[in-house]
């Protein structure tokens, strides 16, 4: 393995072990099962494979001249962390319409208001 190689690697890992646990917390928090979570987990690291080319510039980021406080976070840190999210709001949203369309896919309402009855769809009480 090439030395470049190898430190991708390392970054990859790093970033991975940092924010695993924070990540599946953001998920977890905002109400998703654990098969969700662990969905959304793997969608955010998709997204930090899709734009490792940005995320590994960034990491130069990790500077402790550019951030002198003893744990900095980095564009880094917040990128993957917005990234997380975004995807835990995009699958609420998904979930949502989901069951959204599950509830009118039958062409009624599932429960009626009080003093109110169904119309009668075939017409025969017209």
Request: hydrophobic share 40%; glycine share 8%.
């Amino acid at each position: 393995m090439s030395g470049d190689a190898h430190g991708v690697d390392q970054l990859w890992d790093a970033l991975v072990d940092q924010h695993m646990d924070t990540i599946w917390s953001i998920a977890t928090t905002a109400g998703l099962e654990s098969a969700e979570a662990a969905v959304v987990s793997q969608l955010t690291w998709l997204r930090m494979a899709e734009r490792w080319t940005t995320v590994r510039a960034l990491s130069g980021a990790n500077d402790p001249a550019r951030h002198p406080v003893e744990q900095p976070t980095t564009q880094v840190d917040e990128w993957i962390l917005h990234t997380a999210r975004s995807e835990v709001d995009a699958w609420i949203r998904e979930e949502q319409r989901r069951r959204h369309e599950s509830v009118f896919a039958g062409g009624g309402v599932v429960r009626m208001a009080p003093g109110f009855q169904a119309a009668d769809v075939g017409g025969q009480n017209r």
